[in-house]
């Protein structure tokens, strides 16, 4: 009898488990679809030479990033903007994530928001500001053509010469933070420990 009611026993704490199990998948497969459905950011890279005598001012300027310059980015829905630097070739490597296709009807809705988005950072006069600090410390690849003035005084083109995604993990990134807080687990990179900022810019 008592073998009866363990086997009882086991087949009913089975049903249980397998009942927890189905409603576990099941659970997972419908949080699964509404991502599939939500909005996805797209993903850009370019990349730039750094001239080797200014990494010092380059980590200057990009330790402590002006805060108008970060709130003109936020505003034309860049985000996750970060920067690599690869010592042996001295190149930089740029990244961020766009979100500003999220509410528009049509890709060719899109693709003008995009670049309404650009035209904003491009014509905002502290970005300028910024990027003549910045522009000494670059040199652009071949896409930007010989004799064209930099980005801050009007030329137009791709400063950094766009880079092509070949793979991607397919997860979604963290949740934005809404209040554009800085990472605080960021280490600083400049060797003498100096930051900038609009009022106190790096010395030629």
Request: hydrophobic share 35%; with cysteine; charged share 25%.
């Amino acid at each position: 009898m008592s073998k009866v009611v363990f086997v009882l026993g086991g087949m009913i704490a089975g049903a249980g488990l397998c009942t927890i199990v189905t409603k576990f998948q099941s659970e997972r497969r419908r949080r699964l679809l509404r991502r599939s459905k939500a909005p996805i950011s797209k993903r850009f890279g370019g990349a730039i030479r750094l001239r080797p005598e200014m990494y010092h001012r380059y980590t200057q300027l990009h330790d402590a990033v002006w805060d108008e310059v970060l709130e003109r980015m936020h505003k034309s829905n860049i985000r996750n903007f970060v920067i690599y630097y690869h010592g042996e070739t001295s190149t930089l490597f740029s990244h961020f994530e766009y979100i500003g296709h999220w509410d528009c009807a049509s890709d060719q809705d899109a693709e003008q928001k995009f670049v309404d988005d650009m035209k904003a950072i491009a014509s905002d006069p502290i970005v300028g500001e910024w990027w003549s600090y910045c522009e000494p410390c670059q040199e652009p690849f071949s896409q930007w053509p010989q004799g064209n003035h930099p980005p801050s005084q009007g030329g137009e083109g791709e400063w950094w010469a766009p880079l092509e995604c070949l793979c991607h993990c397919g997860h979604w990134p963290i949740e934005y933070d809404e209040h554009s807080r800085r990472d605080p687990s960021l280490v600083f990179k400049n060797p003498n420990g100096l930051t900038s900022s609009r009022l106190t810019p790096p010395v030629a």
